[in-house]
């Protein structure tokens, strides 16, 4: 059995980092450290690696170090015997650079088909909590990930929805372009929502087996999809929708019909945990996603790829530790932040951050 490793990590100019260069454990890496110290932003480095992408930020400069004009991030990553070098760095003035194996790369989303990482951080409770934007953020993302077919679709629909919004905004009247635009969202709209559906079929699946484990089968839980337009819904269909929604589209000056309005809801024994979940309920719900994300992610490339949970390990309860830590011990990669000491077992690998500087604890 292969899994994915992260062996070394050199960092340069990130976020609070000068520059440190460190080499990890196959198991459990604990990261310590007080408050503001950079613990996050190491496991911010680690995941940006997967794909150029932070959960924290989408503007490139705050990711350089105050006093620097660049940042460089390089990672040594093996899938059993195969060994790749990652290299990712990016500049004040917006130019970046991406490598794989010292060859320049030009599609970001390839890091992920050799480097692939699912990262808890506590705002991840807004998964359950917050409005529908934050889930279709998660599903653009997370399958994208995985299907590259999914990956194409998406970017192309949102092109055209922003150039269909852009003319229902303006006082033009431009019939054919409209029509245009509207076809190509249609186009693209059912097998989307044919995407979506079947993602989250099978993560609500995953997602309920831990999540029975977690809650020692007093819960049942499921994801259901919301969807705006129905799943493979053939283009004369999602056109005849359109055509229905002609006078609200007036009215609101916006697309109101396809995946952009799509959500999905959490049920807990038949319970929709926003409205109706506790805090912990919450929690394991979440706690559960992430893990059945793991699982997908194995079955669909072979590999499990890196767990990343970032002060999140010392929120859960005896139980729930003890569950996670059987469920990844020898198989899983897993880098822990936390302020507090946390009791991980012994196989594993500290280290202490303090103000930017990295020192493990031997
Ligand atoms: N671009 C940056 N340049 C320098 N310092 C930064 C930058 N971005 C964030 N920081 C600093 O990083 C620190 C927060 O690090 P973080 O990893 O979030 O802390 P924690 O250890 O609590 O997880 C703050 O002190 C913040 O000022
Ligand atoms: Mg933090």
Redesign the pocket.
């Known amino acids: 059995m292969s899994n994915l490793l992260l062996n070394t990590i050199k960092i340069k100019g990130w976020?609070?980092y000068a520059g440190e260069n460190l080499n990890f454990g196959p198991g459990i890496n604990l990261l310590l450290?007080n408050?503001?110290?950079?613990?996050?932003?190491l496991l911010e480095a680690i995941y940006f690696l997967s794909g150029g992408q932070s959960p924290r930020t989408n503007k490139l400069e705050?990711?350089?170090?105050?006093d620097e004009n660049y940042f460089y991030i390089r990672g040594e990553v093996a899938v059993g015997q195969e060994l790749k070098v990652l290299e990712m760095g990016g500049a004040r003035d917006g130019r970046r650079m991406h490598k794989i194996q010292g060859v320049a790369v030009h599609r970001l989303s390839d890091f992920s088909d050799y480097f692939c990482a699912v990262f808890f951080l506590p705002e991840d409770l807004n998964l359950v909590k917050s409005g529908p934007a934050i889930r279709r953020r998660f599903l653009d993302q997370e399958l994208s990930k995985i299907n590259n077919k999914y990956r194409n679709s998406i970017e192309k629909y949102k092109k055209f929805l922003q150039q269909r919004n852009a003319l229902l905004k303006s006082n033009i009247e431009d019939k054919i372009l409209m029509q245009v635009l509207t076809n190509k969202i249609a186009e693209l709209a059912g097998p989307i929502s044919k995407l979506r559906e079947d993602y989250i079929e099978k993560l609500s699946l995953l997602a309920r087996l831990r999540h029975r484990k977690i809650s020692g089968g007093r819960e049942e839980l499921s994801l259901a999809y919301k969807h705006s337009v129905p799943p493979g819904a053939a283009v004369e269909d999602i056109l005849a929708m359109f055509d229905d929604a002609k006078e609200a589209e007036r009215k609101y000056r916006t697309t109101i019909i396809g995946p952009h309005r799509d959500d999905f809801a959490f049920i807990v024994n038949g319970m929709e945990l926003r409205t109706f979940g506790s805090q912990g309920q919450q929690r394991t719900a979440v706690l559960s996603l992430k893990l059945a994300e793991l699982e997908l992610i194995k079955a669909e490339t072979g590999e499990y790829p890196l767990l990343l949970l970032d002060d999140v390990f010392s929120e859960l309860d005896e139980q729930r530790r003890e569950m996670l830590l059987h469920y990844l011990s020898g198989r899983i990669q897993t880098f822990i932040?936390s302020s507090e000491p946390v009791d991980a077992g012994n196989e594993v690998r500290t280290f202490w951050?303090e103000a930017g500087t990295i020192k493990e604890r031997v």
């Open positions: 976020r609070n450290g408050n503001g110290q950079g613990k996050t932003n705050e990711l350089i170090k105050f932040s951050i």
